[in-house]
């Protein structure tokens, strides 16, 4: 059987992703979306309308095969009983996959008993074992429309201007920030308002940002 690992970095943002779901939805899963050629591994889900992706690269040798499957809410919910019941370690995650027939049918929590930078057969233990289902249509188009957007570098104190800023805006359509320009924009209920922060957007690839509110 092959694994996934989720590694301690990636962890919390793993944690928030599976404490978003909601149960209520269809989408109350995580879809994964491993790329073998390319040694990576994908994971999107959270609240509906409010995905998040996670992006894993694989390490060297690590034999999974390209594939899209999704694994089910109950599946988290049992993880983390097993997690407050045997007092696991929660800061690393393994899971095994079994492949038949081309592709993976299901998936094994494994407790993680101890520390340890290799992972091997005597630290952990497979437990319950749920069926996977097919990555959600929502998530595939999630993921297509993240390949078809343009992206641009910001700096750490930009991205942190920009959050509190548009924190105490909520709930808006969107909020525009132009370079070098001391004005945010933004527009509420079809009405366009002008704010002048303490700070000025620093960007070098593009003249307007736009950020939209999914709340």
Not at 58 to 84: R, V
Not at 135 to 164: F, K, P
Request: glycine share 4%; net charge negative; with cysteine.
């Amino acid at each position: 059987m092959s694994k996934i690992l989720i590694p301690k970095i990636k962890s919390p943002l793993f944690i928030n992703m599976i404490n978003a779901l909601d149960k209520h939805h269809s989408d109350a899963c995580i879809s994964v979306f491993i790329d073998s050629d390319n040694s990576r591994m994908l994971l999107i889900g959270g609240a509906p309308g409010q995905y998040g992706q996670i992006e894993i690269p694989l390490e060297k040798g690590h034999g999974l095969k390209n594939a899209e499957f999704s694994i089910p809410f109950d599946f988290f919910m049992c993880m983390k009983e097993q997690q407050q019941e045997f007092n696991t370690l929660a800061n690393q995650y393994i899971f095994e996959l079994r492949y038949k027939n081309g592709k993976y049918i299901n998936i094994e929590y494994c407790l993680l008993l101890r520390d340890d930078k290799k992972i091997d057969d005597s630290i952990h233990f497979p437990m319950s074992r749920f069926e996977l289902d097919a990555a959600h249509e929502n998530h595939i188009q999630y993921q297509v429309a993240n390949t078809q957007r343009a992206y641009h570098e910001l700096n750490r104190r930009s991205i942190v201007d920009i959050i509190n800023s548009t924190n105490s805006l909520i709930p808006f359509d969107f909020v525009e920030f132009r370079k070098n320009e001391k004005e945010i924009r933004f527009q509420k209920n079809g009405e366009v308002v002008l704010v002048n922060p303490n700070w000025t957007l620093l960007v070098e690839n593009f003249q307007t940002l736009q950020v939209t509110d999914h709340h």
